[in-house]
């Protein structure tokens, strides 16, 4: 029931704090242990390469998963487009590991891949939030998100809470393969300091209503940009945006556009930056005053670390591998408030369907 909203996506956006806290209390005991079951940190530890394989949002999940894997844990992790899997197949290592992202776990282009995954006879884990999904049942392990169901064909709840569950089971794993680093890892502080966070910019909404209504009115595309993480963050920023307001969007690496794309950039173009990490704050910014010389409008979304006293959105701390849990918030609310300001339905944007049960 979306009760006194009008519209699901924005209760499912408002939802994301409380899916946090909830992964914490579902996954995370009081003295700070991980509950998750041996055998599948067992099973992962023992795999030379993590292959994460998802679509769409769930993808774009995978590549903050990336990080979190590769920076905590220290075992290399590959992100896949399931539909891209079956014909360019990576040369596999030795042991592989696979994880499925999937919200509804019935996405058939991931469906098809775990088919051969257990034809090879390779692990698995499911990370959905669909209890006995297809998914859930053909993988060796599921993992379950919590988030309550998601009604909005554009994902929000599901892509915060795939993320934070990533965060908890790369801690686990540190944990059981003895990673000296990853006891400076504070998981259940870090959900929490996120949950606040986006308490803190949902409570704003209006701000970021009044920020769409200026930037995205009439504008026919537009490009977000971020480095690093910030450009895992911007690709899922930009999708929100078109699946929803069909404004034409891309989420750009901010350095690769001098290569071709700043072509594309005329007076008012709208160009939103993304900028959680001080390793590439200052490149994204001097970026965004390149395209701004040939006309863009600029906004900047900014951690409060790196921020600029003109960044018209400042995002709460939280460390940098987490950053997509505050980054998205304002990006969410952006892509609602240009949809409906067209006049748009928001919850059911034309040609998409929930899940995408054919390949
Ligand atoms: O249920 P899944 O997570 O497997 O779905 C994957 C994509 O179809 C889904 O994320 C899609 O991209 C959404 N429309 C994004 O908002």
Same mark, same amino acid.
């Given at each position: 029931q979306k009760g006194a909203y009008p519209y699901y996506m924005l209760k499912e956006i408002d939802e994301q704090p409380g899916v946090m806290r909830n992964l914490i209390k579902e996954y995370i005991a009081a003295d700070g242990s991980i +509950?998750?079951?041996?055998?599948? #940190? +067992? &099973?992962?530890? @023992?795999?030379?390469?993590l292959y994460i394989v998802a679509a769409g949002t769930s993808y774009h999940a995978g590549l903050v $998963? +990336?990080? *979190? !894997?590769?920076? #905590?844990v220290k075992v290399p992790t590959e992100v896949h487009v399931a539909s891209e899997f079956g014909y360019n197949t990576p040369l596999l290592s030795k042991k592989p590991f696979f994880i499925f992202l999937t919200q509804s776990g019935e996405t058939a282009d991931s469906r098809q891949v775990l088919a051969q995954v257990n034809k090879d006879g390779y692990p698995s884990l499911t990370i959905t /939030?669909?209890? /006995?999904?297809? #998914?859930?049942? &053909? =993988? %060796?392990? %599921? *993992? #379950? *998100?919590? @988030? $309550?169901? &998601?009604? =909005?064909?554009?994902? %929000?709840k599901a892509y915060t809470g795939q993320i934070a569950l990533e965060a908890i089971l790369a801690k686990a794993l540190g944990?059981? /393969? /003895?990673?000296?680093?990853? +006891?400076? !890892?504070?998981? @259940? $502080? &870090?959900?929490?300091k996120a949950a606040n966070g986006m308490q803190e910019l949902v409570d704003e909404k209006s701000e970021i209503e009044k920020i769409a209504a200026a930037l995205l009115k009439d504008t026919r595309n537009a490009f977000y940009i971020g480095r690093a993480m910030d450009y895992a963050i911007v690709q899922e920023a930009a999708l929100k945006l078109k699946e929803v307001s069909y404004i034409q969007t891309e989420g750009f690496a901010s350095g690769e556009l001098k290569h071709g794309t700043i072509a594309l950039i005329q007076e008012n173009t709208p160009v939103i930056a993304i900028i959680t990490d001080k390793r590439t704050a200052a490149h994204t910014r001097s970026n965004a005053q390149e395209v701004k010389a040939r006309g863009a409008n600029i906004l900047y979304i900014a951690s409060r670390e790196v921020a600029t006293p003109t960044d018209q959105i400042v995002l709460p701390e939280i460390t940098p591998l987490l950053s997509a849990l505050v980054a998205i918030v304002p990006a969410q609310l952006l892509a609602y408030y240009a949809s409906i300001q067209r006049g748009y339905d928001v919850d059911k944007p034309r040609n998409l369907a929930k899940s995408v049960t054919v390949e």
């Amino acid at each position: 029931q979306k009760g006194a909203y009008p519209y699901y996506m924005l209760k499912e956006i408002d939802e994301q704090p409380g899916v946090m806290r909830n992964l914490i209390k579902e996954y995370i005991a009081a003295d700070g242990s991980i +509950k998750i079951d041996q055998d599948l #940190l +067992k &099973e992962m530890s @023992a795999a030379d390469r993590l292959y994460i394989v998802a679509a769409g949002t769930s993808y774009h999940a995978g590549l903050v $998963g +990336k990080e *979190l !894997f590769e920076k #905590l844990v220290k075992v290399p992790t590959e992100v896949h487009v399931a539909s891209e899997f079956g014909y360019n197949t990576p040369l596999l290592s030795k042991k592989p590991f696979f994880i499925f992202l999937t919200q509804s776990g019935e996405t058939a282009d991931s469906r098809q891949v775990l088919a051969q995954v257990n034809k090879d006879g390779y692990p698995s884990l499911t990370i959905t /939030n669909v209890m /006995n999904s297809t #998914l859930s049942r &053909e =993988a %060796t392990y %599921t *993992l #379950l *998100l919590y @988030a $309550g169901p &998601e009604i =909005a064909v554009a994902s %929000t709840k599901a892509y915060t809470g795939q993320i934070a569950l990533e965060a908890i089971l790369a801690k686990a794993l540190g944990v059981h /393969n /003895n990673v000296p680093t990853i +006891k400076d !890892f504070d998981v @259940a $502080g &870090e959900l929490t300091k996120a949950a606040n966070g986006m308490q803190e910019l949902v409570d704003e909404k209006s701000e970021i209503e009044k920020i769409a209504a200026a930037l995205l009115k009439d504008t026919r595309n537009a490009f977000y940009i971020g480095r690093a993480m910030d450009y895992a963050i911007v690709q899922e920023a930009a999708l929100k945006l078109k699946e929803v307001s069909y404004i034409q969007t891309e989420g750009f690496a901010s350095g690769e556009l001098k290569h071709g794309t700043i072509a594309l950039i005329q007076e008012n173009t709208p160009v939103i930056a993304i900028i959680t990490d001080k390793r590439t704050a200052a490149h994204t910014r001097s970026n965004a005053q390149e395209v701004k010389a040939r006309g863009a409008n600029i906004l900047y979304i900014a951690s409060r670390e790196v921020a600029t006293p003109t960044d018209q959105i400042v995002l709460p701390e939280i460390t940098p591998l987490l950053s997509a849990l505050v980054a998205i918030v304002p990006a969410q609310l952006l892509a609602y408030y240009a949809s409906i300001q067209r006049g748009y339905d928001v919850d059911k944007p034309r040609n998409l369907a929930k899940s995408v049960t054919v390949e």
